[in-house]
Antibody, heavy 119, light 108 residues
Framework: DVYLAESGGGLVQPGGSLRLSCAASGFTFTRYWMTWVRRAPGKGLEWLANINRDGSDDFYVDSVKGRFTIARDNAKNLVFLQMNSLRVEDTATYYC????????????WGQGTLVSVSS | QTVVTQEPSVTVSPGGTVTLTCASNTGAVTNDHHPNWFQQKSGQPPRALIYSTSNTLSWTPARFSGSLIGGTAALTLSPVQPDDEADYYCLLFYGGVWVFGGGTKLTV
């Protein structure tokens, strides 16, 4: 079975940094794009970034471009989200997701990790 | 700025039919946007239902279907069951990046 487990969330002050990790298992990791999505309290889902199979290409939503970086370690079946210059509005549950068939963006999801940005 | 718009809330009776829509401020939604649809219940991660306009996943109940209607992406549920009460999100592709709609709260 496909299994995704996020970790690394927590409380951080505005302007701080955090690195989220997502451990993947149950499938051939190198065959799939990976994605990060978040949901802030009381708001809807927001697509943040994705990365291609070998990590050579990535895409970001404008609101995090230049602050967040997605990366992957195909040897360890891990995907990361490095988050810098965090703002209060970055407070959210962060999910990693795996693509499915072509154009199936987010076929499988982890349970999420909570990030709180507050002074 | 790209904005994807969904009905904020919809109410439907059990056994009925409901269609949720997804519009783009850049123009008509087409198959090139590869619409995806997700269901999210409180305290759970999203669950994928539809990809690339109308394709279902192995776990998608037969009562869910996707289409394009009048320049929007559409998710139709028929017949609606009480367990379908949830938030529903569409996701559209814009040449590299994806954008979620604001979500529809479906009350059954």
């Amino acid at each position: 079975d496909v299994y995704l487990a996020e970790s690394g969330g927590g409380l951080v002050q505005p302007g701080g940094s955090l690195r989220l990790s997502c451990a993947a298992s149950g499938f051939t990791f190198t065959r799939y794009w990976m994605t990060w999505v978040r949901r802030a309290p009381g708001k809807g889902l927001e697509w943040l970034a994705n990365i291609n199979r070998d990590g050579s290409d990535d895409f970001y939503v404008d609101s995090v471009k230049g602050r967040f970086t997605i990366a992957r370690d195909n040897a360890k079946n891990l995907v990361f989200l490095q988050m810098n210059s965090l703002r209060v509005e970055d407070t959210a549950t962060y999910y990693c997701a795996r693509s499915g068939s072509p154009w199936s963006e987010g076929a499988y999801w982890g349970q999420g990790t909570l990030v709180s940005v507050s002074s | 700025q790209t904005v994807v718009t969904q009905e904020p809330s919809v109410t439907v009776s059990p056994g009925g039919t409901v269609t949720l829509t997804c519009a783009s401020n850049t123009g008509a939604v087409t198959n090139d946007h590869h619409p995806n649809w997700f269901q999210q219940k409180s305290g759970q991660p999203p669950r994928a239902l539809i990809y690339s306009t109308s394709n279902t996943l192995s776990w998608t109940p037969a009562r869910f279907s996707g289409s394009l209607i009048g320049g929007t992406a559409a998710l139709t549920l028929s017949p609606v069951q009480p367990d379908d009460e949830a938030d529903y999100y569409c996701l559209l592709f814009y040449g590299g990046v994806w954008v979620f709609g604001g979500g529809t709260k479906l009350t059954v």
